[in-house]
């Protein structure tokens, strides 16, 4: 979906949105079915499993981050489990932390494989934010899209230089209201007068997120960088989250680090919440900007108001 099919929906235009966010389309599922969040999983898993030579049944977790989950009973991994047709019963979890919810989902799995409880776990991002989305309202609708990254993360041996150097996760509640969706759950479930003020979608109060996502980008970066004990000139390329290329922008100038070694995709997708840095990644590795070896700082914001950063030795 391209600005100018946003602009035969509401008020706005190409040069407007792209001024603003740095988008020129983004990619919408089906609601047809077919390309559900775990339909898209699934598919991701699959050439993620050909490319590490690895059986669907080695998979000993599935992590499954998401703000739009398939149902909400059963969960999405368990889902997932089943279209991939793993039949060893392995354990599944959905995450939700919004679009830190990958950054947490690895070092979720870093941690079990390090307690010596898990081989590989699959952490998934997948989501599917045209659902969520007000298609009359154009601070939110022009921003958002579809889309699915997966990671097998594994338990190597010595000899392989590839590995997790550091982690800084956090989370600051007191900024919930800047982004929300307080209707479908338990303190304000749907009813027929909710569904019928057609008033049940995600709310975000841009100004305010874009704000505080850049301070806590920075600070979260330099946070991390200082417990791998590096200095940020040693990372080779740094993928945040797509939100919006004003705040890739303004992260680095807080930062300092040379724009040729951030990793943006946003034009062509969007903000795909969870998943919108293995998204990047993906193509990074796919086109060889990305080179095993790399050291590779992922950094991360979304509501709740959850953050986290990773640096890694690809």
């Not at 590490?52 to 992590?63: F, P, Y």
């Amino acid at each position: 979906m391209s600005n100018f099919d946003i602009a035969k929906i509401v008020d706005t235009s190409d040069q407007w949105i792209y001024e603003r966010t740095g988008i020129k389309n983004r990619r919408i599922c089906s609601p047809d079915g077919g390309e559900y969040p775990t339909d898209m999983a699934c598919r991701a898993t699959e050439m993620a499993l050909e490319r590490a030579q690895m059986d669907v049944n080695s998979i000993d977790m599935i992590l499954f981050a998401s703000v739009t989950p398939d149902m909400q009973i059963p969960n999405s991994s368990s889902i997932l489990q089943t279209k991939l047709g793993i039949t060893n019963q392995c354990a599944c979890m959905d995450i939700s932390a919004a679009c830190s919810g990958f950054v947490y989902g690895i070092n979720v799995a870093d941690s079990m494989i390090r307690s010596g409880s898990m081989k590989n776990i699959l952490v998934v991002a997948s989501e599917m934010l045209s659902r969520e989305i007000d298609w009359k309202d154009r601070s939110s609708c022009i921003l958002f899209g579809d889309g699915c990254g997966v990671a097998i993360i594994s338990a190597t041996d010595e000899s392989d230089p590839s590995r997790i150097i550091a982690t800084h996760l956090s989370t600051d509640g007191t900024g919930k209201k800047f982004f929300e969706k307080p209707i479908g759950g338990a303190v304000t479930p749907y009813t027929k007068e909710i569904l019928e003020e057609d008033d049940w979608y995600m709310k975000m109060k841009g100004g305010e997120m874009f704000k505080v996502a850049t301070r806590t980008l920075a600070a979260n970066a330099k946070a991390v960088i200082k417990k791998a004990g590096l200095n940020l000139d040693k990372i080779d390329w740094m993928v945040p989250h797509q939100a919006n290329q004003r705040i890739i922008d303004t992260t680095g100038s807080l930062l300092g680090i040379d724009s040729s070694k951030v990793i943006i995709n946003i034009e062509n997708v969007g903000n795909t919440s969870a998943a919108s840095i293995p998204l990047a990644f993906h193509e990074a590795v796919d086109d060889g900007r990305i080179k095993k070896g790399d050291l590779i700082l992922f950094d991360t914001f979304g509501a709740g108001l959850t953050s986290g950063a990773t640096v890694f030795k690809y």
